[in-house]
């Protein structure tokens, strides 16, 4: 996990209001300090990297689309990142009411599989428990936490995002992590 | 979990295809509306009578108590559950929701409060019963909402329904701060029908057009 930098996201915020001004050559920063984060972030969501890609793509078209009305001063991060979860959201419905049933089996690498060391099974094991202990929580508790520790947003940018105060943000983040803590002991060998 | 290299040229390249407005281009195309929907709005106001106080029952003083405070209670829900500070998200839901709820309660309770302190200021009118007003209402409100919703496309992705209708709430607000300088009714069944409802039907109509168009923003 690394964290954003103030200094990145900064650059980012100026790039997003250079571009908002026409300078078309500013949408790369703001692609370089965003793009990673949020296609991590995306492809924890869908557990599947084609469509965190094309979630990605919809979401800097959404961003260019709507440059003219970004606001001075905004945070582009937190809006960035609203965008890509209702993205997300709207794809979850439109496959939950046509659900797929085909399966693309040559996408399959069985050497990949093959491969995997045991060591590299039970962090799975580790990671799996974590991310089952977080598809638990509530939702509101859930998304605070992948915000502040997984994507490194601020506190801040996470209120803004959740539509909640810092105390909240700062709350429910201690709460998940107390719920992830509890089920990583439980985890642990004796 | 290393981003893909193909995906920044990739997007680079899509972006580059569909051109975009500059935030000087919306913003010229959003006075020019605005100034349109002012003309139209203040042309059809002036076309129906406008400011009306010689020969109806009201005195100077209370037309211009009426109006300032409906002017000063549109002016607070712009400033409280429109106006867009520095977040791209939209107002938070208790903003919308406390606008929403009690701005149509503050205006009845004003209007019809300080009519109560003039003479025959509460008066029903046999031939007002606040049809005239309600239509005209909603004749004066319907080209701002949209004018409104059209600025906010893409731009209240929390809340776009709520969003929606506080843009409709605004709507109506203006709406009624020029029927009532038009209206010297005050009595509190023709102030509901005629000056309160057109406001909650505008910020339902704001609800629906928000839900369909303040969300994300599709090409």
């Known amino acids: 996990m690394v964290a954003f930098h103030e200094g990145s996201l900064s650059a980012a915020d100026a790039a997003m209001d250079r571009y908002a001004m026409g300078e078309d050559a500013a949408f790369a920063v703001v692609y370089d300090v965003l793009a990673p984060r949020l296609y991590q972030f995306l492809l924890r969501s869908t557990q599947d990297a084609a469509r965190a890609e094309d979630l990605l793509q919809q979401t800097f078209l959404n961003i260019h689309r709507a440059r003219g009305r970004f606001i001075q001063g905004a945070s582009v991060a937190s809006w960035a990142f609203t965008i890509a979860g209702r993205l997300h959201k709207d794809e979850v419905r439109r496959v939950a009411r046509r659900p797929e049933t085909n399966c693309d089996i040559a996408s399959l690498d069985p050497c990949t599989l093959e491969n995997r060391p045991d060591r590299l099974l039970e962090a799975r094991l580790a990671e799996s428990a974590v991310y089952d202990t977080l598809a638990h929580l509530p939702k509101s508790q859930r998304l605070a936490f992948e915000l502040v520790k997984l994507d490194g947003l601020s506190l801040a940018q996470v209120a803004e995002i959740l539509g909640t105060t810092v105390p909240a943000v700062k709350a429910l983040t201690h709460r998940a992590y107390c719920a992830l803590r509890t089920t990583l002991q439980d985890e642990a060998p004796t | ?219």
Do not use: N
């Not at chain 2, 002012?38 to 009306?52: D, E, I, N, T, Y």
């Not at chain 2, 500070?85 to 709820?101: E, K, N, Q, V, Y």
């Not at chain 2, 409104?148 to 709507?171: D, E, F, I, K």
């Open chain 2, 1 to 219: 979990m290393s981003l893909p290299d193909h995906l920044k040229r990739q997007i680079l390249a899509g972006v580059a295809a569909e051109p975009s407005p500059t935030r000087s281009a919306v913003r010229r195309i959003d006075a020019v509306i605005a100034a349109v929907v002012a003309v139209v709005v203040l042309g059809v106001f002036l076309a129906v009578g406008g400011v009306r106080d010689s020969g109806a029952p009201r005195s100077l003083p209370l037309m211009i108590g009426t109006f300032a405070g409906t002017l000063a209670i549109t002016i607070a829900v712009a400033v409280f559950a429109v106006r867009r500070g520095t977040s791209m998200l939209g107002r938070p839901r208790s903003h919308l929701l406390f606008a929403i709820i009690v701005a149509p309660l503050v205006l009845f309770t004003w209007k019809v409060l300080y009519s109560s302190l003039f003479d025959g200021g509460l008066d029903f009118w046999v031939t007002r019963v606040g049809h005239k007003c309600l239509g005209l209402s909603m004749l004066l409100g319907i080209l701002p909402l949209l004018a409104l919703v059209r600025s906010r496309r893409g731009q209240a992705l929390r809340h776009p329904r709520g969003s929606g209708a506080a843009l409709g709430l605004l709507a109506g607000m203006m709406a009624t701060t020029l029927v009532d300088l038009w209206c010297p009714v005050a009595h509190p069944v023709h102030v509901a029908y005629g000056h309160v409802l057109p406001i909650l039907l505008l910020a339902a109509a704001g609800a629906g057009l928000g839900a369909l168009s303040l969300g994300m923003l599709k090409k």
